[in-house]
């Protein structure tokens, strides 16, 4: 599976969009972008996942470059509980194989 | 009602002893996972298991011996612990292999060996 990269740490003030991006320059065309966060104690907890179209959900939105060797993670309104470790990760899923990086420490403030 | 509910979520052991930690899912799943995450924070995945069969062994030392008796539920058990074994262990369960879109996690199980 591809590796990516990710800043180590962002601040982010409490009510404004929160732009987490990662990069990602071998990733292979059977291979999915996807998000998780973790929370200080907490087990890990899926955001959203795509292949090369953009992606919203309740949580976020993903936006994947056409040329798919980067992406940013919106949070458009970050609360303070939205402080956590977030993971891009890239898989084929293969096995159901899931290879977590080091992250973004996302701090929120008020 | 907890979706991926581990237990115990603190063990505190000496070195040398054999533990169990268990995992249940009530979500209908078909997939189950044990992650270990060290104290550097690296979360790295152990096994896996589709249907009671193991699809992922990474490399984990055969002193960690886990055990599906059914598809809702899948054991850790650990002979022989070592200082280095010392980590948080999270179960998580999916639908599906090999895209899993979403992989359900527990809460994690604190081990540490003394």
């Known amino acids: 599976d591809a590796k990516t990269t990710q800043p180590p740490s962002m601040d982010c003030a409490e009510g404004r969009a929160a732009n987490l991006p990662c990069n990602h320059s071998t990733i292979s065309g059977n291979e999915y972008v996807y998000w998780y966060r973790q929370i200080h104690s907490q087990g890990p907890q899926y955001i959203i996942h795509g292949l090369k179209n953009n992606e919203t959900n309740e949580m976020a939105s993903l936006i994947i470059t056409e040329d798919r060797k980067s992406s940013t993670l919106i949070l458009p309104h970050a609360t303070l509980r939205d402080t956590a470790v977030y993971y891009c990760i890239v898989s084929s899923g293969q096995g159901g194989k899931l290879i977590f990086g080091q992250g973004t420490e996302l701090s929120v403030k008020p | 009602d907890t979706a991926v509910s581990q237990t115990p979520k603190y063990l505190v052991t000496q070195m040398g002893n054999d533990k169990s930690i268990k995992c249940e899912q009530n979500l209908g799943h078909d997939t189950m996972y044990w992650y270990k995450q060290d104290s550097k924070k690296f979360l790295k995945i152990m096994f896996s298991?589709?249907?009671?069969?193991?699809?992922i062994n990474e490399t984990v030392p055969n002193r960690f011996s886990p055990k599906s008796p059914d598809k809702a539920h899948l054991n850790l058990h650990i002979n022989s612990l070592e200082l280095g074994d010392s980590a948080v262990y999270f179960c998580?369960?999916?639908?599906?292999?090999?895209?899993?879109?979403?992989?359900?996690f527990g809460e994690g199980s604190r081990l540490t060996v003394l």
């Open positions: 298991y589709n249907n009671k069969e193991l699809i």
């Open positions: 998580a369960s999916s639908q599906g292999v090999p895209l899993p879109g979403e992989l359900f």
